[in-house]
């Protein structure tokens, strides 16, 4: 448990650090996507989840 809590904090460190230090290019990078089709933003989720499985696995792979 005290794993997924982990997980979930450097979540919300990144995403809010990016808020934090560029607000106008997160608008400008959402904008962007509101214009992309939703096969393309489908495509997006998927490609960050396998990247996330693939994060989970090496840091699991290396002892974390």
Do not use: C, K, N, Y
Not at 3 to 23: R, S
Not at 38 to 56: E, H
């Amino acid at each position: 448990m005290a794993t997924v809590f982990l997980a979930l904090g450097l979540v919300l460190i990144v995403e809010g650090l990016a808020w934090v230090l560029a607000p106008s290019l997160i608008e400008q990078m959402l904008m962007a996507l509101r214009t992309l089709p939703d096969t393309a933003r489908r495509q997006i989720g998927a490609l960050a989840f396998v990247l996330g499985l693939i994060l989970l696995w090496i840091a699991h792979a290396l002892g974390a």
